[in-house]
């Protein structure tokens, strides 16, 4: 019983960081053009901050 | 800048002054603010399709100083371009950079930024679908431990932590459900979210109670699974006429925002559409749409006018003539006096006649609607039956009462309302892939139920582009000339004869001049060619001798003299015949009704093997004839393009556009198809008709369901565990069912862009001029 306290709390916690990451992905667009995500990740001069 | 890569329309395009792309003022007006001189624009570019689009795009647009950044949307097909006002210290010309993507090979058209609301309730959905999902995985947990045998205290501790997170997941997830059941029951109507509601809340409060008096079964675990399961289906329903909807406005070939006003003292100002009055004089440049009905002026051109009538030839104007909104100028520079306002123009006159044809979308009620008719009633009087039941048999209200809510619980309609949007969802993506956009689910269910046909010609049946049919007749020599003549003049009847060239040598002049609404005249050592009309090129005495037939001709001389004739009609679109083969051997009858001349219509209908048309109809008569067609109970698609066809599109059960189609045109139709071939059409009934049939597979899984788990729910037997497994396993099932329609449907392989197909200008000799 008395580990449960610490137990639930864990694991509300650690379901809430996901809820949170996931509020977080999509307030910042990474949703808005998944196509052309997944074409950018072989792209190897993408997106790297200018010199 | 232009001369080796694009393709040879984009070359064409490049070299006519005007031509299709945005001018800069256009540009200017629609460009959103962004502060700090920068502004940002959004263009559609269809052609995107892979990784080496985004950075070809991206990397030229970045060449240019003035724009900051830029970013293709793979998904929407779009590029967004910040730009600078000036730089170092001069004026920036906004057209500039969508001639540079024009430049790399991709089409690109300007549209207006509406569609951005839709975006904002989409993420209130997947929100709203995070929050029931992570409630619902903690409640679940808790609930495992319970079912797997805590003990009386620790079992009350996890009841009150699932009460506890299951509370703000309802109100925050649940609100959808809750206001739109709300809304109907105060319309005295009931829909799927009445029974939705009721079980939810129900169930949330008697587990509430339960748990206030230690008792064993709580139902917290389901009442939010039930959120969790049904938002799905309502994101995906959403999501699903978002991405339609925002490829559709993606690719609008915008009715002209603006025109450019002349004042009294021959200033020039460009003012927005709406700004412009009757009796301001109008320049329009070659290659600009007109924007408000109004009457020539000066100037002498060639008037495209195919997206208003239908009329597939150009017809010559000059001072007098009247013209209407949405016209297209090819030829010459006019000067034109507006007659109307914008809202009393050609275009508001066709919307209000769209508004008064309400066809099929308005009266059309959802399959799940109707569904929910009867599952609703017959849901809530089975509880109460129970309820009833239990109570006077057993005495124990309150045992009763938890089976009533148990009752609610199970046949609460989980697998329903995943059952039409999922099914839905994964047909448009089958569509899609075959590229044609749908607006709703509702259109897939429409389509599935029609029995006839109607098309528009022009642009529909037809590409709405001219081909040259006699090219074995003319002979190749003549054929050069003309083509080389015809590369000056945007009359598509000379573009038609360029293209048809592809290969030839061809001569280039020195002195070339175009006559707008006659044709095009060039001094060689030979002598004076002429191309164009038959008027213009032999004389007026020739013009009156020949007879005018159903292919519309363009003649090229010699001091006068006839060298020779070129015949053309309106190519149809690939595959044409064997689509309407198709549509005939599904059962369904087909009809042609056009605004264009009757020989015209004739000759194409019998070639297409379709008995019945009418031609030299006006839009009324159009949207007349699709409207007393569904008033004697037959279910119309309607397939058409222009303005004129719009109202009867709106008339019609169904209705397809083009994507070439004219604004109006796609705002109306339920499809959008993008590709040249027709056989968009029998394949978007295909699948509609699949999946319909898709639907009601999931419909009668659904109810099996139901006779299955009902009795063991009024029976008493459904604990919170046995719900919870009945619930998840036959939405898994109605899900697993909906993908079979990828199996279902045929795949084809996605057309390479512009860019890939275009042949190289093998015509050097033109890039001089």
Redesign the interface.
């Known amino acids: 019983m008395s580990n449960l306290v610490f137990l639930i709390p864990i694991a509300l916690f650690l379901g809430g960081l996901g809820l949170v990451a996931f509020l977080w992905t999509l307030r910042t667009g990474q949703y808005e053009d998944l196509d052309g995500a997944a074409w950018r990740a072989l792209d190897d001069g993408d997106d790297k901050p200018e010199a | 800048m232009s001369c080796c890569a694009p393709g040879v329309e984009g070359g064409l395009d490049l070299n006519g002054s005007g031509s299709g792309l945005p001018s800069s003022e256009e540009l200017r007006l629609s460009a959103k603010v962004l502060g700090d001189g920068l502004f940002q624009t959004d263009l559609s570019v269809p052609g995107v399709y892979?990784?080496a689009c985004?950075?070809t795009l991206?990397g030229e647009l970045k060449k240019l100083p003035m724009v900051a950044r830029s970013r293709?949307?793979?998904?929407?097909k779009r590029v967004s371009v910040v730009w600078k006002e000036s730089v170092n210290g001069q004026a920036t010309d906004p057209s500039e950079f969508v001639r540079q993507i024009v430049s790399t090979g991709y089409e690109t058209h300007l549209f207006s930024l509406a569609g951005e609301a839709g975006d904002e309730q989409r993420?209130k959905l997947?929100?709203a679908v995070?929050?029931a999902g992570?409630a619902s995985?903690?409640i679940m947990?808790l609930s495992v431990s319970v079912w797997s045998g805590a003990e009386a205290s620790?079992r009350d501790?996890f009841h009150w932590?699932s009460a506890a997170?299951a509370a703000p997941a309802l109100v925050y997830s649940g609100r959808f459900f809750f206001t739109s059941a709300w809304k109907a029951l105060r319309h005295g109507q009931t829909n799927m979210d009445v029974p939705i509601s009721i079980g939810v809340l129900l169930s949330y409060f008697v587990s509430l109670w339960e748990t206030f008096n230690h008792a064993e079964h709580a139902w917290f675990d389901a009442t939010v699974m039930l959120l969790f399961f049904l938002l799905i289906g309502r994101t995906l329903d959403h999501m699903m006429r978002d991405r339609a909807r925002s490829a559709i406005s993606g690719l609008a070939r915008l009715s002209p925002r603006g025109a450019m006003v002349i004042g009294d003292d021959g200033s020039r100002e460009y003012r927005p559409v709406e700004e412009i009055k009757p009796g301001d004089r109008l320049a329009i440049a070659v290659g600009d749409r007109i924007a408000v009905d109004g009457v020539v002026l000066s100037g002498t051109s060639d008037i495209d006018q195919s997206i208003v009538n239908g009329e597939s030839t150009p017809v010559p104007v000059g001072a007098g003539t009247s013209v209407q909104a949405g016209m297209l100028n090819l030829t010459g520079p006019l000067e034109m006096k507006a007659m109307s306002a914008a809202r009393d123009s050609f275009l508001a006159e066709i919307i209000g006649l769209m508004e008064a044809a309400e066809g099929g979308r308005a009266r059309y009620r959802r399959i799940a609607d109707r569904a929910a008719q009867y599952y609703a009633p017959a849901v809530h009087l089975l509880a109460f039956l129970s309820f009833l039941g239990w109570g006077f048999l057993g005495g124990d209200w309150k045992h009763a009462m938890l089976v009533a809510v148990a009752v609610l619980i199970i046949t609460c309609p989980c697998a329903l309302g995943l059952a039409v949007p999922v099914v839905q969802v994964v047909a448009a993506g089958r569509l899609f892939q075959n590229g044609i956009m749908v607006k709703d689910g509702s259109a897939m269910e429409r389509l599935a139920e029609i029995d006839s046909v109607y098309f528009d010609k022009t642009g529909t049946l037809t590409l709405g582009r001219p081909r040259l049919v006699n090219r074995g007749d003319v002979g190749e020599d003549a054929l050069s000339i003309a083509a080389g003549l015809g590369f000056y003049s945007r009359h598509p009847l000379s573009q038609a004869l360029f293209r048809s060239a592809q290969g030839l040598f061809m001569p280039t002049f020195a002195e070339i001049s175009e006559v707008p609404g006659a044709g095009v005249e060039a001094k060689a050592e030979a002598g004076v060619y002429r191309l164009g009309s038959r008027l213009f090129a032999c004389g007026p005495e020739a013009a009156a001798a020949a007879q005018q037939g159903a292919e519309s001709e363009v003649v090229l001389s010699l001091d006068g003299r006839e060298i020779a004739t070129f015949l053309f009609e309106d190519a149809p679109r690939p595959d044409a015949e064997a689509s309407i083969e198709t549509l005939h051997a599904k059962g369904l009858s087909t009809a042609i009704i056009s605004g264009d001349r009757a020989p015209v219509v004739a000759s194409l209908a019998s070639r297409l093997g379709i008995s019945q048309w009418k031609a030299a109809l006006s839009p009324r008569d159009k949207a007349e004839a699709v409207s007393q067609a569904v008033s004697h109970g037959s279910r119309a698609l309607m397939v058409g393009d222009g303005i004129n066809d719009a109202p009867a599109l709106a008339a019609a059960h169904v209705s397809m556009a083009p994507a070439t189609a004219a604004d109006v045109g796609r705002q109306a139709a339920d499809f959008v198809f993008l590709r040249d071939s027709l056989e968009a059409v029998p394949i978007a009934i295909d699948v509609s008709r699949k999946a319909g049939q898709l639907i009601r597979q999931n419909f009668a899984l659904a109810i099996g369901y139901n006779i299955v788990a009902v009795p063991i729910a009024i029976l008493g037997y459904a604990t919170p565990l046995i719900a919870a497994l009945a619930m998840s396993s036959s939405s898994i099932i109605v899900v697993v069912n909906a993908l079979r329609i990828n199996r279902m449907a045929r795949v084809e392989h996605p057309e390479p862009p512009l860019a890939a197909k275009a042949p190289t200008l093998g015509q050097g000799a033109h890039i001089a001029v």
């Open positions: 892979c990784g985004i950075t991206e293709v949307n793979l998904s929407s993420n997947l929100r995070a929050v992570f995985a903690n947990l620790t501790m932590l997170i």
